[in-house]
């Protein structure tokens, strides 16, 4: 009766199943030859940092030439989408983080226009072992468009973020796109609790991994990495529209749950010279957004769960999602994009799943929230 | 800075929680199985042997075999005849100022006076239920705390609560966040009827965490529901609340 | 059935040519078609003191007058068609085929819901685009596949020129015949359809043996396993198995086309288009799958169709909003494997794993929501679907319940089932060739 029966779905997943069966079987060797090629074929174009892990499609990394052409002191609007938060166990265990991750990635896929780029926003794994990075590596391997990988703190502390730079590069590197100064930051630093308490790899990570045990310590981009910002951004002008990328937001948001970055204030001392500077971050799982003096900064929607609002420290420009229904389990996750504008500033649009996109405007944040004032929920948090 | 004591104690307890998770907290789950008991007398008389709350004084009630139930009547009897078999042993005793003896001191801010000298007997408003000792409040606490530690190292932990996909309770309320235990009784959507804080617990392992349900006196599903109370405390209860 | 339905056609033709005046109806409505008496056990009186409009209150007058209307084949333009050719009383208000067929043997895109306890239902429609029975009694009569009539005035002038009509009207309304009148009249009318009094409501009452032990177990997986009662509530103030919202389910997906309306209809929304440009094109495409969308024209209502109450499900078949569903099994097979993939996809719905024995269970609870009055009919129904389903489940996907599959499963899998843009893609992805 089965194969009489065999459904559309059945069918598809069948020819599916071979197919990633084949890409499971990709030995390391022909993995990074076919990488490499790709890669190959796109520095040679000039078009990326060697450093920085990109799966490409060779049609779409051209630059449009048109619109470029067309836009404000060549300097175009652009848009970039992101995945971020995927936190993937290996897939025997769990298939629920999995199916939200490929709903992401289908999500950016079906972008008309494609996005110039998609950023990762960290937190590819739950506890960073090789086989959820690996996964993780697969899934955004069917993301059409240039992927801009970020590390968060579940990819790093199982192996000290060994793995994951083997298979994506150096967790800090800068890029100029279109006019506008890119630096993605590795800001889940911290500094040694694990030694002194003789902990395993595998109790560090899970240390890590929790809000809200307090052992750990804070997260931090640390002074090396102050040093690199700062001589990164000695050549660009100040009129020069920045965009920072950091999976910690990069300020004091709460700091029982690590929703912080210790040296925050150093870094925000490096940012203000510049006119117009962009932080989008991961790792706080939920609509969130602040500005302090010429920086907007804009949280990213987790795939996997949402993360209830801080008892304390709210930003007081944030408007809160709806309480999720855990019923849903896409309800309050989701994906999102942003609009880069011609002058630099960057509209943020939250693609909720199962609910109605958000956008928040720069103006909103810019404005202190004088106007373009977002929807505002039903049930806020308790 | 206003954080700088919430990372000292969050570090303390969070230690604290680690250790006792592994080597106190069975033990503590068992002594609550097993309350401490007065040894009784055996019958001499083939009847049932009670004692008085003295942990001392004790008759026999020959005319029940053991594992009668007493009537009401005969229970009424059994308290004359225990309190006049106690006058009888202490004749210039008062049975209430002699219990608050044992330990006598006041409702009110019991740490306050674990430092002192305790207070002389015989000058409280005490009586057999309210006179405690700055230990016993030292015990209950303790015993609360185990209590609630339990909870937090199953909420913490999705192979203690039986998941089966990684998923525990704190990766979506860190600290208990969300859990809004003050407002049940409520209505709950996901149940389709009002629901109690027990019964979302429950409603979370089998979905989201891919457990099995617990039943209502499991000790796991009794630790979980207070440490979510305890992470609540001094919140207003507001019932039916959405 | 549908031989019978020919037949049925021919009659009323020899009837009409035979008659000098155009008669109301060809046959009398039946016991079925009276209305209900509220003493039911599990009947909520509350709700039902919630839901009759001030603006019409219930009047034996206004009743008899609706149900007169109800069945009278002149409110459409052939004269053929009344309200009961699509919600038969001796089919639980439902014509029991897939989608509706109305004037000139056209079928429209939709299952007829029942008229059953509808009073109690916060919209109308499968995407709830009347908010009352009095709006929703209006759409089928201009509807050019439903009733086929032009306009309002039409419809008033038709039944102005039924001298009887014009007499009760004006004791009923104190007024001349209006459009609306003739919607509260067939409104108050449906609002007599009350179906409770089921097994399951004197289970519910305090009969412990009101119900077999498979459907107590059936009600237990109901409330737990499978995850039914978070979208189809009951309560016993609110005993009607819907929460009267808007899920997608993946029943549009089965359909190839769904993804790709969707996406166009969304990228035309964010070019700024109006709602009454989503209209057109849902009139020009075959739009109707993307359901409550095209009344609130909100992204997340993309193919989001109305929770429907399951009572009396054994004579209301098949199932889902384009009525592609034969069996009960059928239909909780689909929900078993987690629906059918689409980006769209309510997260509620997730593969569940429930055994064949379980669906046996779930199916017999459905059956214990049976009223009295379609006790036999339902049997019947039931051991039609049950002989079926021992042999065909179309719907069936065990792997894929289990979540030994696919995207839920170990072999990761695609994202979206049949429709997803991920296959195709797949071979211009560099990084994705070679291999073995």
Redesign the interface.
């Known amino acids: 009766?089965a194969a009489r029966?065999k459904?559309?779905?059945?069918?598809?997943?069948e020819?599916?199943?071979r197919?990633?069966?084949?890409?499971r079987?990709?030995d390391r060797r022909?993995f990074i030859?076919?990488?490499a090629?790709?890669a190959g074929a796109v520095i040679a174009k000039g078009l990326m940092p060697p450093h920085s892990f990109q799966?490409v499609?060779?049609?779409n990394a051209a630059p449009d030439k048109a619109s470029a052409a067309s836009g404000m002191n060549g300097q175009p609007p652009f848009t970039f989408a992101y995945i971020s938060d995927t936190h993937l166990?290996e897939?025997?265990?769990?298939?629920?983080f999995?199916?939200a991750a490929?709903?992401a990635?289908?999500?950016v896929?079906?972008l008309?226009p494609q996005p110039d780029f998609v950023l990762f926003g960290g937190d590819l794994a739950?506890l960073g072992t090789p086989q959820q990075l690996e996964?993780g590596r697969?899934?955004l391997?069917?993301v059409?468009a240039p992927v801009k990988m970020m590390v968060g703190e579940h990819d790093w502390f199982l192996d000290l973020g060994e793995k994951w730079q083997e298979l994506f590069g150096p967790p800090n590197y800068s890029f100029d796109w279109k006019g506008v100064h890119v630096v993605v930051l590795m800001s889940v630093h911290e500094k040694d609790f694990w030694t002194a308490r003789r902990m395993t790899p595998e109790e560090r990570m899970a240390t890590v991994a929790?809000?809200?045990?307090?052992?750990q310590s804070r997260f931090e981009v640390g002074e090396p990495q102050r040093e690199w910002l700062k001589n990164d951004l000695a050549k660009v002008s100040s009129s020069t529209p920045i965009l920072v990328f950091s999976h910690s937001p990069l300020y004091k948001y709460y700091?029982?749950?690590n929703f912080w970055t210790d040296d925050a204030d150093q870094v925000q001392a490096i940012l203000r010279r510049f006119d117009k500077v962009t932080v989008i971050h991961g790792h706080t799982h939920q609509m969130l957004f602040n500005q302090i003096g010429n920086i907007s900064f804009y949280g990213m929607l987790s795939t996997a769960?949402?993360?209830?609002y801080?008892?304390q420290g709210l930003p007081a420009l944030t408007i809160q999602m709806n309480?999720?229904?855990?019923?849903?389990?896409?309800?309050a996750?989701g994906d999102g994009r942003m609009e880069v504008r011609a002058d630099g500033l960057v509209d943020k649009i939250y693609n909720l799943?199962?609910?109605?996109?958000v956008t928040v405007k720069a103006d909103y944040l810019r404005s202190r929230g004088k106007i373009d004032r977002p929807p505002a929920p039903q049930?806020a948090?308790? | 800075m206003s954080f700088k004591p919430n990372q000292t104690v969050g570090a303390a307890t969070a230690a604290a929680a680690i250790l006792s998770a592994i080597v106190i907290l069975p033990a503590a789950l068992r002594a609550q199985q097993a309350p401490p008991a007065h040894p009784v007398p055996p019958p001499k008389n083939g009847g049932t042997v009670v004692m008085l709350c003295d942990g001392k004084t004790s008759i026999e009630i020959k005319s029940l075999k053991p594992g009668e139930q007493p009537t009401e009547s005969q229970g009424r009897e059994v308290a004359n005849e225990l309190m006049a078999e106690w006058r009888k042993e202490h004749p210039d005793e008062h049975w209430q100022m002699a219990q608050a003896d044992a330990g006598a001191k006041p409702h009110a801010d019991p740490m306050s006076q674990a430092s002192k000298s305790p207070p002389a007997t015989g000058q409280q408003q005490g009586d057999t239920y309210a006179s405690f000792t700055s230990r016993d409040y030292k015990v209950w606490q303790a015993e609360t705390q185990k209590f609630v530690d339990e909870g937090k190292r199953i909420f913490h932990d999705w192979k203690a609560l039986g998941g089966t996909i990684g998923v525990s309770c704190d990766m979506c309320h860190p600290d208990g966040a969300n859990t809004h235990p003050e407002t049940y009784p409520k209505y709950q959507v996901q149940l389709q009827r009002v629901a109690l804080l027990r019964d979302m617990i429950d409603w979370c392992i089998e979905n989201p965490v891919k457990g099995k349900t617990l039943d209502p006196n499991d000790p796991k599903l009794r630790a979980l529901e207070a440490y979510i109370y305890a992470q609540r405390k001094g919140v207003p209860l507001d019932y039916g609340k959405h | 059935m549908f031989d019978e339905r020919l037949w049925t056609g021919l009659l009323l033709i020899v009837a009409v040519v035979g008659l000098s005046a155009v008669p109301a109806r060809a046959q009398e409505p039946g016991p079925l078609a009276e209305p209900k008496s509220r003493n039911q056990v599990g009947f909520p009186a509350e709700l039902y003191s919630w839901v009759i409009p001030a603006d019409n209150p219930q009047t034996p007058e206004k009743i008899a007058l609706g149900k007169e209307l109800f069945f009278d084949d002149r409110l459409s333009e052939d004269g053929k068609i009344s309200c009961d050719h699509c919600h038969v009383p001796n089919k639980g208000f439902t014509d029991q085929l897939p989608t509706s067929m109305g004037i000139h043997n056209q079928f429209g895109q939709r299952n007829a819901p029942t008229i059953l306890n509808a009073l109690f239902s916060t919209t109308q429609f499968w995407d709830g685009r009347a908010a009352t029975l009095e709006d929703q009694a209006k759409q089928p009569i201009l509807n050019p596949v439903e009733m086929g009539m032009k306009s309002p005035d039409e419809v008033v002038g038709k039944i102005k020129g039924i001298p009887e009509y014009n007499e009760k009207f004006r004791k009923v309304f104190g007024r001349e015949v209006n459009y609306d009148d003739i919607a509260r009249a067939i409104a108050s009318y449906e609002r007599t359809q009350i179906a409770f009094d089921s097994p399951f409501d004197r289970y519910m009452a305090g009969d412990r043996r009101a119900i077999s032990d498979s459907a107590i177990r059936g009600w237990s997986i109901f409330n737990g396993k499978g995850r039914c009662m978070s979208c189809h509530g009951w309560n016993p103030t609110q005993p009607l198995f819907t929460d009267f919202k808007f899920h997608n389910i993946g029943v549009s997906a089965h359909k190839s086309d769904f993804v790709p309306l969707a996406r166009k209809a969304l990228a035309i929304l964010a070019q700024g288009a109006s709602p009454e440009q989503i209209d057109k094109l849902a009139i020009q495409t075959d739009m109707s799958g993307l359901g409550r969308f095209l009344v609130t024209k909100q992204p997340h209502d993309i193919g989001g169709f109305r929770t429907m109450g399951l009572r009396n499900l054994l004579v209301t078949q098949p199932y889902f909003h384009d009525g592609s569903q034969q069996t009960l099994w059928d239909t909780i097979d689909h929900y078993n494997k987690g629906g059918v993939q689409n980006p769209y996809l309510d997260g509620g719905i997730v593969p569940l794993g429930l055994s064949e024995a379980e669906e046996d269970d779930l199916v017999a609870f459905l059956a214990s929501l049976t009223s009295p009055e379609y006790e036999q009919m339902a049997k019947e129904e039931y051991d039609l679907q049950f002989k079926r389903s021992r042999t065909d489940r179309p719907q069936r996907d065990t792997e894929a319940a289990m979540g030994l599959k696919g995207r839920n499963g170990p072999g990761l899998g695609g994202p979206f089932g049949d429709i997803g843009p991920g296959q195709s893609e797949m071979g211009e992805n560099p990084a994705l060739l070679g291999g073995d």
């Open positions: 009766m029966h459904s559309v779905e059945t069918k598809f997943m020819e599916r199943d197919v990633l069966r084949a890409l079987n990709l022909s030859k076919v990488v090629a790709t799966l499609t060779i049609a166990y897939r025997t265990l769990n298939q629920r999995i199916r490929l709903k990635v289908e999500d896929n079906a008309d739950q996964l697969e899934i391997k069917e059409k929790g809000l809200d045990n307090g052992v700091y029982n749950w769960w949402p993360w209830p801080a008892p309480r999720a229904d855990p019923f849903d389990q896409f309800d996750c799943w199962d609910r109605n996109p049930f948090s308790y």
